[in-house]
Protein backbone atom coordinates (compact mmCIF):
# COMPACT_ATOMS: atom_id res chain seq x y z
CA UNK A 1 0.00 0.00 0.00
CA UNK A 2 0.87 3.65 -0.09
CA UNK A 3 3.05 4.32 2.46
CA UNK A 4 5.63 7.40 3.51
CA UNK A 5 8.73 7.68 5.39
CA UNK A 6 10.38 10.31 7.23
CA UNK A 7 13.84 10.78 8.76
CA UNK A 8 13.43 10.04 12.28
CA UNK A 9 14.08 12.28 15.02
CA UNK A 10 14.48 14.39 17.21
CA UNK A 11 16.58 16.84 14.81
CA UNK A 12 18.09 19.76 17.14
CA UNK A 13 18.93 22.69 15.47
CA UNK A 14 20.48 26.78 17.08
CA UNK A 15 17.98 29.39 16.07
CA UNK A 16 19.16 30.78 12.58
CA UNK A 17 19.93 27.32 11.08
CA UNK A 18 18.77 25.74 7.67
CA UNK A 19 16.70 23.21 8.23
CA UNK A 20 16.49 20.10 5.93
CA UNK A 21 13.23 17.14 7.08
CA UNK A 22 13.75 14.58 4.54
CA UNK A 23 10.28 12.62 3.23
CA UNK A 24 10.18 10.03 0.44
CA UNK A 25 6.76 8.44 -0.10
CA UNK A 26 5.37 5.14 -2.28
CA UNK A 27 2.37 5.53 -3.82
CA UNK A 28 0.19 4.24 -6.87
CA UNK A 29 -1.03 6.64 -8.99
CA UNK A 30 -0.47 10.19 -8.35
CA UNK A 31 -0.65 11.59 -4.89
CA UNK A 32 -1.35 15.28 -3.25
CA UNK A 33 1.76 15.87 -0.54
CA UNK A 34 1.13 17.66 2.26
CA UNK A 35 3.31 18.67 5.47
CA UNK A 36 1.48 18.93 8.91
CA UNK A 37 2.82 20.69 12.08
CA UNK A 38 1.61 19.96 15.38
CA UNK A 39 3.05 22.08 18.53
CA UNK A 40 2.79 20.98 21.80
CA UNK A 41 -0.34 19.64 23.08
CA UNK A 42 -2.14 20.90 20.10
CA UNK A 43 -4.00 19.09 17.04
CA UNK A 44 -1.97 19.05 13.27
CA UNK A 45 -2.15 22.18 11.47
CA UNK A 46 -1.83 22.15 7.36
CA UNK A 47 1.74 24.03 7.16
CA UNK A 48 1.75 23.75 3.17
CA UNK A 49 0.49 21.13 0.03
CA UNK A 50 1.29 20.53 -3.44
CA UNK A 51 -0.77 18.61 -5.96
CA UNK A 52 1.55 17.75 -9.08
CA UNK A 53 4.61 16.89 -9.74
CA UNK A 54 7.55 19.80 -9.91
CA UNK A 55 4.91 22.20 -7.60
CA UNK A 56 6.51 23.82 -4.43
CA UNK A 57 4.45 24.47 -1.59
CA UNK A 58 5.62 27.31 0.72
CA UNK A 59 4.10 29.23 3.92
CA UNK A 60 5.75 30.82 7.09
CA UNK A 61 9.20 30.07 5.33
CA UNK A 62 9.09 26.98 4.59
CA UNK A 63 8.78 25.00 1.92
CA UNK A 64 8.80 21.85 -0.28
CA UNK A 65 8.99 20.52 -3.48
CA UNK A 66 7.19 17.51 -5.21
CA UNK A 67 9.59 15.99 -6.96
CA UNK A 68 8.48 12.83 -8.63
CA UNK A 69 11.39 11.44 -10.17
CA UNK A 70 12.87 10.16 -6.59
CA UNK A 71 9.49 10.54 -4.84
CA UNK A 72 10.23 12.69 -2.33
CA UNK A 73 9.28 16.14 -0.78
CA UNK A 74 11.61 17.00 1.70
CA UNK A 75 11.05 20.32 3.72
CA UNK A 76 13.20 23.25 4.06
CA UNK A 77 13.29 26.68 5.76
CA UNK A 78 16.72 29.21 5.35
CA UNK A 79 16.61 30.22 9.35
CA UNK A 80 14.81 28.40 11.92
CA UNK A 81 13.33 30.07 15.14
CA UNK A 82 12.62 28.96 18.49
CA UNK A 83 8.71 29.09 17.51
CA UNK A 84 9.22 26.02 14.89
CA UNK A 85 10.03 23.85 17.88
CA UNK A 86 7.19 21.19 16.90
CA UNK A 87 6.69 17.44 15.66
CA UNK A 88 6.49 17.73 11.92
CA UNK A 89 4.48 15.34 9.68
CA UNK A 90 4.70 14.64 6.12
CA UNK A 91 1.50 12.82 4.39
CA UNK A 92 0.04 11.85 0.72
CA UNK A 93 -2.93 11.64 -0.24
CA UNK A 94 -4.29 7.89 -1.28
CA UNK A 95 -7.67 6.75 -2.39
CA UNK A 96 -9.86 7.22 -5.64
CA UNK A 97 -11.96 10.04 -6.87
CA UNK A 98 -14.34 8.91 -4.68
CA UNK A 99 -12.59 9.08 -1.11
CA UNK A 100 -9.23 9.94 0.00
CA UNK A 101 -7.43 9.39 3.20
CA UNK A 102 -4.32 10.77 4.06
CA UNK A 103 -1.20 8.39 4.64
CA UNK A 104 1.18 9.82 7.22
CA UNK A 105 5.00 9.52 8.14
CA UNK A 106 6.17 8.61 12.04
CA UNK A 107 6.51 12.89 12.49
CA UNK A 108 9.92 14.09 12.94
CA UNK A 109 10.63 16.72 16.21
CA UNK A 110 12.45 19.44 16.04
CA UNK A 111 14.05 21.33 18.80
CA UNK A 112 15.23 25.00 18.30
CA UNK A 113 17.26 26.15 21.13
CA UNK A 114 17.93 30.43 21.46
CA UNK B 1 -15.27 29.63 7.44
CA UNK B 2 -15.32 26.25 8.07
CA UNK B 3 -14.68 24.95 12.04
CA UNK B 4 -14.19 21.88 13.36
CA UNK B 5 -14.38 21.12 17.61
CA UNK B 6 -13.93 18.10 19.46
CA UNK B 7 -14.90 17.57 23.08
CA UNK B 8 -14.11 16.97 25.37
CA UNK B 9 -10.20 17.86 25.04
CA UNK B 10 -8.94 15.99 27.92
CA UNK B 11 -10.29 12.94 29.90
CA UNK B 12 -9.29 10.14 32.19
CA UNK B 13 -11.14 6.98 32.16
CA UNK B 14 -11.27 3.35 34.13
CA UNK B 15 -10.77 0.37 32.74
CA UNK B 16 -13.96 -1.21 31.61
CA UNK B 17 -16.00 2.19 31.24
CA UNK B 18 -17.36 3.40 28.01
CA UNK B 19 -16.22 6.60 26.18
CA UNK B 20 -17.74 9.07 23.54
CA UNK B 21 -15.93 11.64 21.60
CA UNK B 22 -18.17 13.94 19.81
CA UNK B 23 -16.59 16.08 16.65
CA UNK B 24 -18.73 18.68 14.80
CA UNK B 25 -18.08 20.74 11.84
CA UNK B 26 -19.54 24.06 10.89
CA UNK B 27 -19.31 26.17 7.49
CA UNK B 28 -19.58 23.30 4.82
CA UNK B 29 -22.09 20.48 4.12
CA UNK B 30 -21.62 16.65 3.16
CA UNK B 31 -17.83 16.72 4.07
CA UNK B 32 -15.64 13.30 4.37
CA UNK B 33 -15.06 13.10 7.94
CA UNK B 34 -12.29 11.04 9.91
CA UNK B 35 -11.37 9.40 13.08
CA UNK B 36 -7.35 9.25 13.65
CA UNK B 37 -5.51 7.72 16.90
CA UNK B 38 -1.98 8.96 17.78
CA UNK B 39 -0.39 6.75 20.31
CA UNK B 40 2.65 7.75 22.61
CA UNK B 41 5.37 8.34 20.59
CA UNK B 42 3.81 6.98 17.11
CA UNK B 43 2.72 8.80 14.26
CA UNK B 44 -1.14 8.46 13.11
CA UNK B 45 -3.48 5.88 12.46
CA UNK B 46 -6.61 6.15 10.61
CA UNK B 47 -9.43 4.67 12.83
CA UNK B 48 -12.53 5.42 10.66
CA UNK B 49 -13.79 7.46 7.69
CA UNK B 50 -17.23 8.58 6.63
CA UNK B 51 -18.67 10.12 3.30
CA UNK B 52 -22.09 10.45 4.75
CA UNK B 53 -24.60 10.18 7.05
CA UNK B 54 -24.90 6.48 8.69
CA UNK B 55 -21.94 5.41 6.31
CA UNK B 56 -18.69 3.94 8.59
CA UNK B 57 -15.73 2.10 7.46
CA UNK B 58 -13.20 1.09 9.49
CA UNK B 59 -9.56 1.01 8.98
CA UNK B 60 -8.38 -1.22 11.88
CA UNK B 61 -10.04 -4.01 13.81
CA UNK B 62 -10.48 -2.89 17.55
CA UNK B 63 -12.45 -2.35 20.84
CA UNK B 64 -13.84 1.28 19.30
CA UNK B 65 -17.17 2.17 17.00
CA UNK B 66 -17.69 5.32 15.19
CA UNK B 67 -21.05 7.05 14.08
CA UNK B 68 -22.28 9.70 11.93
CA UNK B 69 -26.14 10.59 13.38
CA UNK B 70 -25.98 14.05 11.10
CA UNK B 71 -24.24 15.50 8.34
CA UNK B 72 -21.85 17.48 10.42
CA UNK B 73 -21.37 15.45 13.17
CA UNK B 74 -18.94 12.43 14.14
CA UNK B 75 -18.76 10.47 17.33
CA UNK B 76 -15.90 7.61 18.65
CA UNK B 77 -17.36 5.34 21.44
CA UNK B 78 -16.56 2.42 23.46
CA UNK B 79 -18.63 0.32 25.59
CA UNK B 80 -15.20 -0.95 27.39
CA UNK B 81 -11.90 0.78 27.32
CA UNK B 82 -8.93 -1.11 27.16
CA UNK B 83 -5.36 0.47 28.76
CA UNK B 84 -4.11 0.47 25.12
CA UNK B 85 -7.03 2.63 23.94
CA UNK B 86 -4.92 5.43 25.26
CA UNK B 87 -3.77 8.23 22.81
CA UNK B 88 -4.51 11.15 21.12
CA UNK B 89 -7.75 11.26 19.09
CA UNK B 90 -8.23 13.57 16.32
CA UNK B 91 -11.29 14.41 14.54
CA UNK B 92 -10.68 15.58 10.82
CA UNK B 93 -12.68 16.78 7.86
CA UNK B 94 -12.33 16.92 3.58
CA UNK B 95 -14.12 17.87 1.28
CA UNK B 96 -14.53 15.15 -1.44
CA UNK B 97 -12.30 14.72 -4.69
CA UNK B 98 -8.20 14.40 -5.37
CA UNK B 99 -5.92 16.55 -3.86
CA UNK B 100 -8.32 18.29 -1.54
CA UNK B 101 -6.38 19.28 2.30
CA UNK B 102 -7.52 17.03 5.32
CA UNK B 103 -8.37 19.61 8.12
CA UNK B 104 -8.13 18.72 11.79
CA UNK B 105 -9.97 19.49 14.97
CA UNK B 106 -7.78 20.31 18.69
CA UNK B 107 -7.38 16.62 19.18
CA UNK B 108 -9.00 14.91 22.67
CA UNK B 109 -5.77 13.47 25.06
CA UNK B 110 -7.24 9.92 26.58
CA UNK B 111 -5.51 8.14 29.11
CA UNK B 112 -6.92 4.66 30.46
CA UNK B 113 -6.18 3.71 33.77
Not at chain 1, 32 to 55: C, H, I, M, N, R
Not at chain 1, 72 to 101: I, M, P, R, W
Not at chain 2, 97 to 107: A, P, S
Request: aromatic fraction near 12%.
Amino acid sequence: GDSVTQMEGPVTLSEEAFLTINCTYTATGYPSLFWYVQYPGEGLQLLLKATKADDKGSNKGFEATYRKETTSFHLEKGSVQVSDSAVYFCALTSGNTGFQKLVFGTGTRLLVSP
Amino acid sequence: SQTIHQWPATLVQPVGSPLSLECTVEGTSNPNLYWYRQAAGRGLQLLFYSVGIGQISSEVPQNLSASRPQDRQFILSSKKLLLSDSGFYLCAWSMGGLGNTIYFGEGSWLTVV
